[in-house]
């Protein structure tokens, strides 16, 4: 019976013995040295790779900015050589000729022009609107300076040569004729009137 109790009691497992902890790996210093070299160098060796990497992707935003600019204005150099084309036939559409024998030729040259500027429009470069603006130095050319009471001082009056800009650059500022105050008349001096028998001589 005792045995019984014996066997039906329980026993308590027992504890796993405890690890022994891990002792700090203490390495000589001539070896702490080399480690902490590489450490610095393989530092070295990733700021340097970021810094490449940032360089290259800065040359291929400034390559592709570059090959923009070139795309954009490659028809700058020629089309500032064929705006004198376009000057003379301005010039022949604003002549004063009469006659029902010149009325084809200058119908033909506005559909010249017109052509030829839809052409230009393509690439970019458009003529400026001049009309009812103020001068402006990067845009206009001043000509003239035109005396005037009723239109304002440094108003355009009119346009002397077309202008023209490709995309936001000026191609070719316009000359224009503008407005300038009138400078005010200068009165003359008046003389101080004789006085009787003072010998001053008779006006």
């Given at each position: 019976m005792?045995?019984?109790k014996k066997q039906d009691e329980v026993k308590p497992e027992a504890e796993p013995a405890s690890l022994?902890?891990?002792?700090?790996?203490?390495l000589p210093y001539a070896e702490a040295e080399t480690l902490r070299a590489a450490a610095a160098r393989a530092q070295e060796y990733l700021d340097l790779a970021k810094r490449t990497q940032a360089d290259f992707i800065n040359y291929q935003t400034r390559a592709r900015r570059e090959q923009e600019e070139f795309r954009r204005y490659a028809v700058e150099s020629f089309a500032r050589e064929f705006l004198p084309v376009l000057d003379a036939i301005d010039r022949t559409l604003h002549l004063d000729v009469k006659g029902e024998e010149t009325r084809p030729i200058l119908e033909g040259?506005?559909?010249?022009?017109?052509?030829l500027l839809r052409v230009l429009a393509k690439a970019g470069i458009r003529p400026m609107n001049t009309e009812g603006r103020?001068?402006?130095?990067?845009?206009?050319?001043?000509?003239e300076l035109v005396p005037s009471e009723q239109a304002p001082e440094s108003s355009i009056l009119e346009e002397v040569?077309?202008?023209?800009?490709?995309?936001?650059?000026?191609?070719r500022p316009?000359?224009?004729?503008?407005?300038?105050?009138?400078s005010p008349a200068n009165p003359s001096p008046e003389r101080p009137e004789p006085k009787e028998g003072d010998g001053s001589p008779q006006p």
């Amino acid at each position: 019976m005792v045995d019984q109790k014996k066997q039906d009691e329980v026993k308590p497992e027992a504890e796993p013995a405890s690890l022994p902890k891990e002792e700090e790996v203490r390495l000589p210093y001539a070896e702490a040295e080399t480690l902490r070299a590489a450490a610095a160098r393989a530092q070295e060796y990733l700021d340097l790779a970021k810094r490449t990497q940032a360089d290259f992707i800065n040359y291929q935003t400034r390559a592709r900015r570059e090959q923009e600019e070139f795309r954009r204005y490659a028809v700058e150099s020629f089309a500032r050589e064929f705006l004198p084309v376009l000057d003379a036939i301005d010039r022949t559409l604003h002549l004063d000729v009469k006659g029902e024998e010149t009325r084809p030729i200058l119908e033909g040259l506005r559909i010249i022009d017109r052509e030829l500027l839809r052409v230009l429009a393509k690439a970019g470069i458009r003529p400026m609107n001049t009309e009812g603006r103020v001068f402006d130095p990067v845009y206009h050319e001043a000509v003239e300076l035109v005396p005037s009471e009723q239109a304002p001082e440094s108003s355009i009056l009119e346009e002397v040569r077309r202008g023209y800009v490709i995309h936001d650059r000026v191609l070719r500022p316009a000359q224009v004729r503008i407005a300038q105050a009138p400078s005010p008349a200068n009165p003359s001096p008046e003389r101080p009137e004789p006085k009787e028998g003072d010998g001053s001589p008779q006006p």
